[in-house]
Structures are given as structure tokens and as C-alpha cells.
């Protein structure tokens, strides 16, 4: 992804989460979004790895479906009227398509173990 649909796609997927976020799990995960979000820290600068995200191990299941909900809100254009600009929606859906894709693959057994909680 470019800079500029990494930002637009952070930035929808963080404003979805954080709307929808109940528990303390799915709290933490809209929080680590929005800090990755290079918009706020300048373009390029910011790695996103699924694998790194703040997992916990007894909600793991739960947390991906959390994210799911998240993305499939930010799909309706949920909340995009928050945001400073209008963002291209083809080029949006399809990353978010992707993402999910990639969450629905996506297994316990690839969490990096160094981040997963108990």
C-alpha cells in the first residue's frame, strides 16, 4: 500500500474499532491501531504487522472477531464523515477486503509470542 492509503485505511479502521470497542481486549487493540496510524507520525514511518498487535491468548477468537466487526462497519463508510477528506472507497474496501482475508487466516500459533497475553 502507498503512504496515503495506509493513512486512509488506518484511519477508518481506528475509528471503527474505537466506536465498537467494549472490553478491556478490544480497548487495547483500537488503541494500537490508532498509535500505528503514520498520519499522526509522519508518512513512512510506521510498520504494521498483524502478527505484533497486542493478541491475548483466552480471547484470541473473540479478538479477530472484534477486528472483523471493525472492518465490515468501516465498509458502510461508518464514521468516514470524522475524517478531514473524503476517502477513495474502491481503493479502501479493497484493503479492508484484504485485511480481512488476512485476519480470517490468520491463526493463534502465528502471534509473535513475545506480544501475546495470557
Known sequence: ???GLTDVFMDVLALNTSALAG???EKRLA???AQHNQSFLGAGTVGFDIQDMP????DFERQKDFL???IQAAKTKRLWEKL???PLADHVMDVLSRFRLL???FQKADVDPAVLRA
Open 23 to 25: 472490553s478491556e481486549d
Open 84 to 86: 478531514p477528506y473524503e
Open 55 to 58: 493478541w491475548s491468548e483466552s
Open 68 to 70: 472483523i466487526r471493525g
Open 1 to 3: 500500500m502507498s503512504n
Open 103 to 105: 485476519l480470517e487466516a
Open 31 to 33: 488503541v494500537w491501531l
